[in-house]
């Protein structure tokens, strides 16, 4: 079990994710029609977060588990599927250290999620190791290129992260996955768009400095001066990739991956 008084977990307990990963439901959903998920398969979603993909996995008929360090994440989580009548086994636990067995999964999924784990190569090893053979590992990971990549190297510039630490969109890029997870794997990587949609740019900048946990983590640690400048930055990156004129349209550039250890 993790360490809950672990500054890494207050992270996502921090501001309110419920409203973001709402906005990723259609990430999960074909990441699981990519995996090509069937019925009655073991299904484990890694760092579920709001259980996206959780959620389309049993919706498919897998048998699925959920895992993520987030308690209040999970009980949201266990909400929505109780709404839908699905059926979902949600445990708290560490995407560093599985609480499941070895080689017991068809599919191992994260969105969005086990690429934010510390110690990626930890992360990425527990991935192949709770995969059966002949079993697969679908993740959609954001790129460095796209805005959250972009974003997330905005809070780093801001406030310098712990010394040999690595970016989490390095999950974003063949070379980073190829590191990751050595060459005697298969993967199958294709780039995506989510477009983000708000009534005006500055109005998504608003809400995302009070609910995106990172971003509030990282607003909180700095001066008064401090903030204004990442607010000045992320105003700015966002205006930049804004594709509308009076409102907001801004694509979320992710790579899909599927793994075949």
Known sequence: ????????????????????????????????????????????????????????????????????????????????????????????????????????????????????ARDQERAAAELVRVTRPGGRIALACWTPSGYMGRMLALNTAHVPPASGAQPESRWGTMRGLRELFGSGVAIEAATRDLWWRFPSPDEHVRAWCATYGPTVVTLGSLDEAGRRALVA?????????????????????????????
């Not at 008929?61 to 989580?77: M, N």
């Open 1 to 116: 079990m993790p360490d809950l008084n672990d500054a890494h977990p207050r992270t996502w307990a921090t501001g309110d994710y419920r409203s973001i990963g709402a906005r990723f439901l259609l990430a999960a959903e074909l990441l699981c029609e990519t995996a090509q998920l069937r019925a009655g398969e073991a299904h484990l979603d890694v760092a579920t977060g709001t259980g996206n993909v959780a959620l389309a996995g049993a919706r498919r008929s897998a048998r699925v588990t959920a895992v993520d360090l987030e308690p209040e994440l999970l009980a949201h989580a266990a909400r929505r599927a109780e709404a839908e009548g699905l059926t979902v086994d949600f445990r708290q636990g560490d995407a560093q250290a599985l609480p499941v067995p070895d080689h017991a999964y068809d599919l191992v999924t994260s969105t969005f999620g086990v690429m934010f």
């Open 233 to 261: 930055d992320l105003t700015a990156l966002v205006h930049e990739l804004n594709a509308d004129g009076d409102t907001l349209l801004m694509p979320l550039e992710y790579l899909e991956i599927v793994i075949r250890p």
